[in-house]
């Protein structure tokens, strides 16, 4: 058997000529790098190592290996250009995760802190030549992470994550009693929470097109969790505007929590029983509306996260821009600027920066102003703000302080924690900008044009 010149030899800086043939005496070809020195080996793990994971939810090899080291991440990447440190870049913490896989680091502290510091923003990936699934691999190593958690720590996120914010009965309840709560908060969470909540309110289960207007139709709409309790009247204004539009909504009674916050915590298997329920609920939907970044980049990845849980869906205003609206607002808004905040989960994971400019333009006289630096991340990043106060509130007055510069009177923003996370920071600086969803920004102008303070939100279905 006649040797052929391999990628190996090139890099070796020789050829192999018709006559050099390597065997093992018993004419079969030998392995590669079987000429290297005593002591050397290709990069990867030793013969006999064994993996550091516990349990199945672990970055995979697959994922690990197509991280190639190039680094065109670390200037993206937030943590990196606040600390300047290899550990704090996708590129390090990849490093770490590698080092488990092959038997040479355990999960410990050290490794605990390297992904907790992460915001898992995803602007890595948004950048990386290889694809690198960052977002899945930080998951499931945050899985990994968990059960070195304290007693109390690991008390708190079970009560959460796992109990209440997937239970909208508890969730109520624990709204109504956030008045009480309050003063016993933190400094910091206290600056967060909206003071207004709607702990009771419902949405209407059917919303018709008004009378008259071509039906489209039917799409559902995602509550959300969080959503729907603090900032009810934007998933109101998201079905008035959908409605407006000719698309029949609906908002299914057996929904629950996105999952997307149990999922960048460590609590994938919380993440997967609310992927199923919500799979179920949404079943046979043509069209899931989610006006939330975060949950809608999550949703979007059931398919992924368990077998037969895909869903059909969108951003909302991805959506209007797609399928164009039926009517443009003839009446302008009050404050013609209006700045633009891109949410990490919809620029990045979704891909979506362009469309919702493109559906506000179209009230008359708006101008999109855009914020310096506008494609970083806020330091929300779900429960980092509380969890990680100092890194989140660095890159939290970046944010203020880009958005007071433009010397608006709005800031729109499509994410929950971003609109909390960036009202505490202009409130921090003395700044009067409003932070509204920008389908608020649409639903203004429609109710202007009919001259209603408070237009009807469709028939409710017995």
């Given at each position: 058997?006649?040797?052929?010149?391999?990628?190996?030899?090139?890099?070796?800086?020789?050829?192999?000529?018709?006559?050099?043939v390597?065997?093992?005496?018993?004419?079969?070809?030998?392995?590669?790098?079987?000429?290297?020195?005593?002591?050397?080996?290709?990069?990867?793990?030793?013969?006999d190592?064994?993996?550091?994971?516990?349990?199945?939810?672990?970055?995979?090899?697959a994922?690990?290996?197509?991280?190639?080291?190039?680094?065109?991440?670390?200037?993206?990447?937030p943590?990196?250009?606040?600390?300047?440190?290899?550990?704090?870049?996708?590129?390090?913490?990849?490093?770490?995760?590698?080092s488990?896989?092959?038997?040479t680091?355990?999960?410990?502290?050290?490794?605990?802190?390297?992904m907790?510091?992460?915001?898992?923003?995803?602007?890595?990936?948004?950048?990386?030549?290889?694809?690198?699934?960052?977002?899945?691999?930080?998951?499931?190593?945050?899985?990994?992470?968990?059960?070195?958690?304290?007693?109390?720590?690991?008390?708190?996120?079970?009560?959460?994550?796992?109990?209440?914010l997937?239970?909208?009965?508890?969730?109520?309840?624990?709204?109504?009693?956030?008045?009480?709560?309050?003063?016993?908060?933190?400094?910091?969470?206290?600056?967060?929470?909206?003071?207004r909540?709607?702990?009771?309110?419902r949405?209407p289960?059917?919303?018709?097109?008004?009378?008259?207007?071509?039906?489209?139709?039917?799409?559902?709409?995602l509550?959300?969790?969080?959503?729907?309790?603090?900032?009810?009247?934007?998933?109101?204004?998201?079905?008035?505007?959908?409605?407006?539009?000719?698309?029949?909504?609906?908002?299914?009674?057996?929904?629950?929590?996105?999952?997307?916050?149990?999922?960048?915590?460590?609590?994938?298997?919380?993440?997967?029983?609310?992927?199923?329920?919500n799979?179920?609920?949404?079943?046979?939907?043509?069209?899931?509306?989610?006006?939330?970044?975060?949950?809608?980049?999550?949703?979007?990845d059931?398919?992924?996260?368990?077998?037969?849980?895909?869903?059909?869906?969108?951003?909302?205003?991805?959506?209007?821009?797609?399928?164009?609206?039926?009517?443009?607002?003839?009446?302008?808004?009050?404050?013609?600027?209006?700045?633009?905040?891109?949410?990490c989960?919809a620029?990045?994971?979704?891909?979506?920066?362009?469309?919702p400019?493109?559906?506000?333009?179209q009230?008359?006289?708006?101008?999109?102003?855009?914020?310096e630096?506008?494609?970083?991340?806020c330091?929300?990043?779900?429960?980092?703000?509380?969890?990680?106060?100092?890194?989140?509130?660095?890159?939290?007055?970046?944010?203020?302080?880009?958005?007071?510069?433009?010397?608006?009177?709005?800031?729109a923003?499509?994410?929950?924690?971003?609109?909390?996370?960036i009202?505490?920071?202009?409130?921090?600086?003395?700044?009067?900008?409003?932070?509204?969803?920008?389908?608020?920004?649409?639903?203004?102008?429609?109710?202007?044009?009919?001259?209603?303070?408070?237009?009807?939100?469709?028939?409710?279905?017995?």
């Amino acid at each position: 058997m006649r040797r052929q010149t391999t990628d190996a030899d090139v890099v070796a800086g020789r050829a192999c000529d018709d006559s050099e043939v390597l065997t093992d005496g018993d004419h079969e070809p030998l392995p590669l790098g079987s000429e290297l020195p005593e002591g050397f080996r290709f990069i990867g793990p030793e013969a006999d190592a064994q993996p550091g994971w516990v349990g199945t939810d672990a970055p995979s090899d697959a994922d690990l290996s197509s991280c190639v080291a190039c680094g065109l991440c670390l200037p993206h990447c937030p943590t990196y250009r606040l600390t300047g440190e290899e550990s704090a870049s996708p590129r390090g913490r990849i490093t770490a995760m590698r080092s488990v896989a092959e038997g040479t680091a355990v999960v410990d502290d050290t490794f605990a802190g390297f992904m907790d510091l992460c915001l898992v923003c995803r602007a890595c990936e948004d950048v990386c030549p290889s694809h690198v699934p960052f977002g899945r691999m930080m998951e499931r190593a945050r899985v990994q992470v968990e059960p070195l958690r304290t007693r109390s720590a690991r008390f708190l996120r079970w009560l959460g994550l796992d109990v209440v914010l997937p239970h909208p009965a508890l969730l109520r309840t624990a709204t109504f009693f956030q008045p009480i709560a309050r003063p016993f908060l933190s400094r910091r969470m206290r600056a967060l929470a909206p003071r207004r909540t709607s702990p009771f309110a419902r949405l209407p289960r059917l919303t018709e097109p008004a009378a008259g207007t071509n039906v489209r139709g039917t799409v559902a709409v995602l509550s959300g969790c969080v959503q729907d309790r603090w900032f009810h009247e934007v998933n109101l204004a998201t079905i008035r505007v959908l409605a407006h539009n000719g698309w029949r909504v609906v908002v299914p009674r057996a929904q629950r929590c996105c999952g997307a916050l149990a999922a960048h915590n460590g609590r994938l298997d919380t993440a997967r029983t609310l992927a199923r329920r919500n799979a179920k609920a949404f079943a046979g939907i043509d069209h899931v509306i989610v006006n939330s970044a975060g949950c809608g980049a999550h949703m979007q990845d059931y398919g992924e996260l368990v077998e037969g849980t895909a869903l059909p869906v969108h951003d909302v205003m991805a959506f209007l821009d797609d399928l164009g609206p039926v009517e443009t607002p003839p009446a302008p808004l009050a404050g013609p600027r209006v700045a633009y905040h891109d949410a990490c989960h919809a620029l990045r994971a979704q891909g979506i920066r362009s469309q919702p400019r493109s559906v506000l333009r179209q009230i008359p006289g708006t101008q999109i102003v855009e914020l310096e630096h506008g494609d970083r991340c806020c330091g929300a990043a779900g429960l980092y703000n509380v969890l990680e106060p100092e890194m989140s509130r660095a890159l939290m007055r970046q944010k203020a302080e880009a958005v007071r510069d433009t010397g608006v009177g709005v800031v729109a923003s499509a994410n929950p924690g971003c609109t909390m996370q960036i009202s505490a920071g202009l409130r921090e600086l003395g700044a009067d900008v409003e932070v509204v969803h920008p389908v608020e920004l649409l639903d203004r102008a429609y109710r202007a044009t009919s001259g209603m303070e408070q237009p009807p939100t469709g028939t409710v279905a017995p």
